[in-house]
C-alpha cells in the first residue's frame, strides 16, 4: 500500500463514521504535489504530517479530518452517548479507534453506531 493509499483508506473510514451519524463527509481529500509527496486538502483546517509513519499517520490523518469537519461544523463530535464526551481517533492494541474523552475505546473507526455515538 502507497501512503497516499493508506492515507485515503484512513479518510474513507473517517467519513464513513461521519457520514452515518451526521450525514455528511469531512471534505479532506488527499492529492500528489510534486516533490512534497501526499498532502491533505478539505474546506476546513486540514493540516497533518504525512511524513509519519504506520499507525502514527493513520491517527494523524483522522484527527485532521475530525478537526476540518468539526471547524465547518462548529460543534465538537463525535461524541459518546455514555458520557456526552468527545472522541478521539486514537490507536488501542495497533487498532485505530475512537477513544472516548472519559477514558474508554468506544469502536474501531470506520465502526461507530448511532447507537453508542451522535453529532
Ligand atoms: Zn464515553
Redesign the pocket.
Known amino acids: 500500500m502507497t501512503r497516499r493509499e493508506q492515507v485515503q483508506a484512513v479518510l474513507d473510514r473517517v467519513d464513513a463514521d461521519l457520514h452515518r451519524l451526521r450525514g455528511v463527509r469531512s471534505g479532506v481529500r488527499v492529492v500528489d504535489d510534486p516533490g512534497h509527496g501526499p498532502q491533505l486538502h478539505g474546506d476546513g483546517d486540514a493540516q497533518a504530517d504525512l511524513s509519519l509513519d504506520g499507525p502514527a499517520l493513520d491517527v494523524e490523518v483522522a484527527r485532521a479530518a475530525q478537526d476540518s469537519l468539526v471547524e465547518q461544523v462548529w460543534t465538537a463530535g463525535p461524541l459518546?452517548r455514555?458520557?456526552d464526551?468527545a472522541l478521539r481517533p486514537a490507536l488501542h492494541e495497533g487498532r485505530l479507534v475512537w477513544r472516548?474523552v472519559?477514558g474508554?475505546v468506544?469502536a474501531d473507526v470506520g465502526g461507530l453506531r448511532p447507537a453508542e455515538s451522535t453529532w
Open positions: 459518546c455514555a458520557h464526551r472516548c472519559g474508554h468506544l
